[in-house]
């Protein structure tokens, strides 16, 4: 019978499998009993390290209580206590380490028993160089019995030494042994190992090489059976193709036909809607022209009805200023002119009495020709002021603001000279403005003779005039050092016709005013900042 491939490489892995085993189990013993070896080596070396601890312990001891003896420093008693405790640690692990050695634990034993009389007789001699002096401890230590009990100490831990030195080597000599006994077991296993593996690849290599063989030619001729299937699937399927092909292209060539004539057909409907499209078209476009002339025509009459409000509301708002100015100019009217005229009355029914003198009626007279005068001055001014008002509409035209100035300089340069009057200016963003010469002349005299005549009179007087270009304004700012104004008291009243603050110089108190009503006048408004001996800074706004 013959036996198959397969099966032999089963049985080869199966017994490969049971030699694996066996050489795992030697290798785990003999590393185990070399683990247990190199255990009884260092166990050695413990034993023997733990000795010359206890025995330089004891000299430490020895060296340390007689340093306290000669001076009497309890300094040294701290590391003295910590040594005999260190010594018994050290004991009681030499107990530990020879528990299985009956010899060893008795010199063990005996080891500790010298070390207690050597604490106890340490301790004796401390307590009495506490108590009674060195004198005593003298006297005490003639017997030498320390220095008995550390050489039976060193005589004690010299033994154990001698007992384990034997031991170390008697290990050592055996974990050698035992290293080199695994290294060649190691080396055996290794080269046993390598010759399965390699019997085992070369069975495995051909297996896989006949059975890949076998696999390619199962393949080969079901890729031939699969084509041949193939083909003659293909040929049925043509033939059913081509048959299917006829019928479909009479179906197509009768569709073709019916198609035609709905084309023909679809093109008259076409034709007719495309007509009717260019109608509807038509249509549409004139009533977008028509939409869009009418949403103009709204747009034209809300923009018209927004101007026409904003208009009203200015309108409006320039009869509420007229108005007040009207009562303001009316209650100034009859306010000036009521104490002349009382004036006139009361001279008047005077002179009817037929009992004056001469020089009486004189005096009478000259009253009465005094508040005639001043009856004219207020006309006059009052004249003026309505002149103002009633030339807004005259000719615009560019303002240069630095010729301006230049031209009002050379009008009062006999005040300046005589009064050392600076006067500076600086319109570096903007130095003309579209307006009523006249007015922004009359505007700046009225505002710099202000500063002249206002000056303090033990300082030099100057005057900065300077323009800045801010949005949609042009605004200008008159400032001085002079007297200033206490604005808290009479704030409100620096504006007001005929309203004076130095009675002790000459003036009417009607030029602030006229300032503001020509500013006004020019669509642009006047404010005001001032500190008494400090200054008066006036601003203008016009819009541009």
């Not at 190691?186 to 593996?197: D, K, N, V, W």
Request: one cysteine or more; aromatic letters at 8%.
């Amino acid at each position: 019978m013959k036996i198959s491939v397969r099966y032999k490489l089963f049985v080869l892995s199966f017994v490969i499998l049971a030699i694996n085993l066996a050489l795992g189990y030697a290798v785990y013993k003999s590393d185990q009993k070399l683990l247990d070896s190199e255990q009884w080596v260092q166990h050695t070396e413990q034993v023997i390290i733990q000795t010359s601890n206890v025995r330089s312990l004891a000299r430490e001891m020895q060296i340390t209580s007689r340093d306290f003896l000669i001076t009497d420093d309890s300094v040294f008693l701290e590391p003295l206590n910590h040594t005999q405790k260190a010594a018994f640690t050290y004991i009681g692990l030499l107990k530990k380490l020879t528990r299985d050695n009956p010899a060893q634990q008795k010199l063990i034993d005996s080891l500790d028993l010298y070390m207690h009389r050597l604490v106890n007789y340490s301790s004796k001699t401390i307590e009495l160089r506490g108590n009674q002096g060195l004198s005593s401890v003298i006297a005490y230590t003639t017997d030498k019995k320390r220095k008995s009990y550390t050489n039976r100490i060193n005589q004690i831990a010299n033994a154990i030494q001698e007992r384990e030195d034997i031991l170390f080597k008697q290990r050592k000599q055996i974990n050698t042994s035992n290293e080199a006994a695994f290294s060649r077991f190691s080396l055996i296993i290794f080269i046993s190992m390598a010759g399965l593996t390699i019997l085992l690849l070369i069975v495995a290599g051909k297996y896989l090489y006949q059975a890949k063989e076998k696999r390619k030619s199962a393949a080969e001729l079901l890729i031939a059976n699969d084509e041949l299937l193939f083909q003659n699937k293909e040929k049925g399927n043509r033939a059913a193709e081509l048959l299917i092909a006829n019928k479909e292209l009479l179906f197509q060539n009768e569709e073709k036909e019916k198609r035609a004539e709905e084309l023909l057909i679809a093109n008259k409907e076409l034709l007719f809607q495309n007509e009717e499209k260019e109608k509807r078209a038509l249509e549409l476009t004139i009533a977008n022209i028509e939409l869009v002339f009418q949403n103009n025509e709204k747009e034209k009459r809300a923009a018209e009805l927004k101007l026409a409000e904003i208009e009203r509301i200015k309108m409006v708002n320039e009869l509420l200023q007229r108005n007040k100015e009207l009562e303001q100019f009316a209650y100034i009217v009859s306010h000036n002119l009521r104490a002349p005229v009382a004036n006139i009355l009361g001279a008047s029914n005077a002179l009817s009495d037929m009992g004056l003198s001469t020089k009486e009626k004189v005096i009478l007279n000259k009253g009465i020709h005094t508040s005639v005068l001043k009856i004219d001055d207020v006309i006059h001014d009052l004249n003026h002021i309505l002149q103002v008002k009633g030339k807004v509409n005259e000719v615009k035209e560019i303002v240069v603001f630095s010729g301006l100035v230049d031209d009002i300089k050379d009008s009062i340069s006999h005040l300046i000279d005589k009064n050392d009057i600076e006067i500076k200016y600086d319109f570096p963003e903007v130095n003309e403005y579209f307006t009523v010469k006249p007015y922004l002349y009359s505007i700046f005299l009225n505002l710099i003779s202000n500063s002249v005549k206002y000056r303090q009179p033990n300082k030099a007087c100057t005057i900065e005039i300077m323009s800045h270009l801010l949005k949609d304004k042009i605004e200008l700012i008159f400032s001085d050092n002079g007297t200033g104004i206490d604005l808290k008291k009479k704030g409100e009243q620096v504006f007001g016709l005929y309203k004076r603050f130095h009675e002790n110089i000459e003036g009417k108190g009607i030029g602030l005013f006229m300032v503001k009503t020509q500013v006004e006048t020019l669509g642009g408004k006047i404010s005001i900042k001032s500190e008494e001996n400090v200054g008066t800074e006036f601003k203008i706004e016009f819009e541009i």
